[in-house]
């Protein structure tokens, strides 16, 4: 049956487009917290949609386009889960009584519908499509307090340079389709060995890797990520700097190790820079920032790096440690963007570190789940964020990528002082003479979602198993398919000595 | 080479050009008056700057236009192989049409279609 | 006479070209977004032509799609520069600069 293999996708696409259908028809006045909880009802719904298709037979339906397998499945339920949070943190933090908060919903369940294609697409028409969908949205929402000079100059530097990428990244696509004459990902892989026009494939791969950085903010193309962040309200950065992200990770997975293996050579090199210059470029200009918002956007550069150092080891174990980094990253850094969401305001009127200060005495239960997220970020024990960074390096050291594991862990210890400087403005007496901002009460579905956020996190840390078996059964579907192209490999190798 | 047909037209085109415009500059009288300059030599006088600023419900209107009509290049690919598709192609069709149906209820509802000014829900 | 794929790829490879410098040189945001317009037109070029060369018609309908979706795209980005204007009276990048960049 095709439609079970999309059935995540129908289900949030109907109630997206009914929530468009039914806001307008309700009074002006009236209420729009109902859309909120209809679409984290929805999110749940395909959440639980996603988690039955892991007993489905893998499998591709609709002429090949979309293929259900444990890899797209763990992207799925990792998207799910993180709007789903992200939706709770929202649905109380920004104005309920505001007539434009069904939209606001219904565009984040559609976004999340392109970002769940993109990690079931094999057929690179849909994932561009995917891709659109998501971004556009989140281009939307980025601009979403109309009112605020920053939060619309946030939307147009967020939709000029995302519309710029997804050139680079179509321009990509067409030289792939030029040099194999398909745009089926297993189609590519089974082409590219024998392609007379290699070059147009070299030129692709480095084109898409510019698209696609642009879209995990990895440096050198990282310049949009800290205004973006700081300008757009944070219940959306919540958002935005999670589940795209992990969803064009995805794709970089799914297009490099499903279409271009058999020229892994010409590749992973760039992975290496890409991945060293966004770790240390991240770290070292997240340690002047004062802006809270804009040092976890750094910090986010800076963990897109660690996470490509993931891509450099061609490896199933690689494939499994990016991914599982990806699902402890989103876990720790929605949930500290709910905090920031609540504790910030809507309009951002605290946004300093300096502001932070003392904040565990004002209100000791959100100020600890921040302490605790930020413990994650910076990798200690018993949080989601250690096991991440483990296997990240573990996978880079198997394959013997030892200067690429030094200059992550040098850059673990750098990052841990800015984190830490935050840490400490929480736990410290607020200055003397400074005005003590009230932090208004936790509402449920805050607690809710920061509880979510704060649990996955730990559960990752404590009991990685069961999350890390996914990620490796995900990561065995995507290496199968490269199993023709490995031969492929060594072919290309033969090459040069004929 | 059968290129020569197309050198002489080509000249043919350059002569009568220069000639057109040669004889007018010869034969035709040159008069400089207070109106010569102004946009209409006829004697309306034009008012106002042409950098006029547009409502930006033209900017609606025209982006409606724009997308819907794009969205019918699906309708009509679908429309050639209609019947190689069969149901389930009519039935994608469908829902495809349902869903651009379901927007213009959505832009007819927020008041986007609406001319008149000040009566609209949202503004752009 | 056959034009040979070589020339429609290194028109397009211009035209992009171009795309890249305006977005990168101009100041003007109409005609920032115009370059990208560019760009996505350069890709339409290179996908006909080598559906061409292959003899397949996915690249054709590769173009369909990106017609359309940089439809929406500009539908959303012009919507955001007519609020960028109500807000800050100017369509020049250097004046959009509340956060440094």
Avoid at chain 1, 385 to 400: C, D, E, T
Avoid at chain 3, 62 to 69: A, E, G, I, L
Wanted: proline share 3%.
């Amino acid at each position: 049956m095709h439609l079970a293999c999309i059935l995540p996708e129908v289900i949030l696409t109907l109630a997206g487009v009914l929530i468009m259908l039914v806001d307008p028809l309700l009074p002006r006045t009236a209420s729009r917290k109902p859309t909120g909880w209809f679409s984290v009802l929805a999110m749940v719904a395909a959440f639980a949609a996603s988690a039955w298709q892991l007993h489905l037979a893998p499998g591709t339906a609709y002429y090949g386009v979309v293929q259900t397998d444990a890899f797209s499945v763990f992207f799925h339920l990792l998207i799910c889960g993180t709007v789903l949070v992200a939706l709770l943190a929202a649905i109380d933090s920004v104005r309920p009584e505001a007539h434009d908060m069904g939209e606001f919903f219904a565009l984040i369940l559609l976004g999340t519908v392109g970002m769940l294609l993109m990690t079931s697409a094999v057929e690179l028409l849909l994932v561009f499509i995917g891709l659109e969908i998501s971004s556009i949205s989140t281009y939307i929402l980025a601009g979403f307090r109309r009112r605020s000079g920053k939060s619309i100059e946030a939307s147009i530097k967020y939709f000029l340079l995302g519309s710029f990428a997804t050139a680079f990244f179509l321009y990509g696509i067409a030289l792939t389709f030029g040099a194999t004459g398909t745009t089926r990902i297993a189609a590519i892989a089974a082409a590219l060995p024998h392609t007379t026009t290699p070059i147009l494939a070299w030129t692709a791969v480095g084109l898409i890797l510019i698209g696609l950085g642009f879209k995990v903010s990895a440096a050198p193309f990282h310049v949009w990520t800290p205004d973006v962040y700081e300008g757009a309200p944070s219940p959306v950065v919540a958002l935005m700097s999670t589940a795209p992200k992990a969803a064009a990770f995805a794709v970089l997975l799914r297009i490099f190790y499903g279409a271009y293996p058999s020229i892994q050579q010409h590749w992973w090199s760039l992975f290496w820079v890409l991945a060293a210059v966004s770790m240390t470029l991240g770290n070292l200009a997240a340690l002047r920032q004062q802006s809270v918002k804009r040092m976890l956007a750094y910090s986010s550069i800076a963990h897109a790096g660690y996470l490509l150092v993931a891509f450099t080891s061609f490896s199933l174990q690689g494939i499994a440690a990016a991914s599982f980094y990806a699902l402890c990253y989103v876990a720790m850094n929605v949930g500290i963007f709910a905090v920031i969401s609540h504790v910030g305001g809507y309009d951002d009127h605290l946004w300093s570190i300096t502001d932070y200060r003392g904040l565990a005495y004002r209100s000791p239960v959100l100020c600890g789940a921040m302490a605790f997220f930020l413990l994650s970020l910076i990798g200690i024990p018993f949080t989601g964020g250690f096991f991440a960074k483990f296997y990240v390096f573990s996978a880079a050291l198997q394959q013997g990528m030892f200067g690429l594991a030094i200059i992550g862990l040098i850059n673990s210890g750098i990052a841990a002082f800015y984190y830490l400087r935050l840490l400490t403005a929480l736990y410290s007496k607020p200055a003397q003479g400074s005005p003590v901002l009230a932090v208004p009460r936790m509402s449920i579905t805050l607690g809710l979602a920061i509880l979510l956020s704060a649990s996955a996190t730990l559960l990752l840390g404590v009991v990685p198993r069961s999350s890390l078996d996914l990620a490796q059964r995900g990561a065995g579907t995507l290496f199968q398919t490269g199993h023709p192209a490995q031969a492929a490999v060594q072919v290309v190798n033969d090459a040069p000595s004929q | 080479m059968h290129l020569w047909p197309l050198a002489v037209y080509l000249v043919i085109v350059v002569m009568l050009v220069v000639a057109m415009l040669g004889l007018s500059f010869v034969l035709g009288q040159r008069h400089h008056n207070r109106a010569t300059g102004t946009p209409y030599e006829s004697g309306i006088l034009s008012q106002g700057s042409a950098r006029v600023r547009l409502s930006a419900k033209f900017y609606l209107v025209a982006m409606f236009f724009v997308i819907f009509d794009l969205e019918a290049v699906f309708i009509f690919a679908w429309a050639i192989a209609v019947r190689e598709t069969g149901w389930t192609g009519y039935a994608e069709a469908m829902g495809f049409i349902a869903v651009l149906l379901a927007t213009l209820v959505y832009l007819w509802r927020v008041g986007a279609l609406d001319w008149r000014q000040g009566s609209r829900r949202v503004v752009a | 006479m056959v034009v040979p794929i070589a020339y429609y790829l290194v028109l397009s490879a211009i035209l992009f070209s171009i795309g890249v410098a305006a977005f990168l040189i101009k100041r003007n945001i109409i005609t920032v977004f115009m370059s990208i317009e560019l760009m996505l037109n350069a890709v339409n070029l290179t996908f006909v032509a080598f559906a061409h060369q292959w003899h397949q018609v996915s690249g054709q309908i590769f173009v369909f799609f990106v017609m359309v979706v940089a439809a929406a795209e500009a539908a959303v980005g012009l919507a955001i520069i007519i609020a960028i204007f109500r807000a800050r009276n100017t369509l020049n990048v250097d004046q959009v600069n509340l956060m440094k960049l």
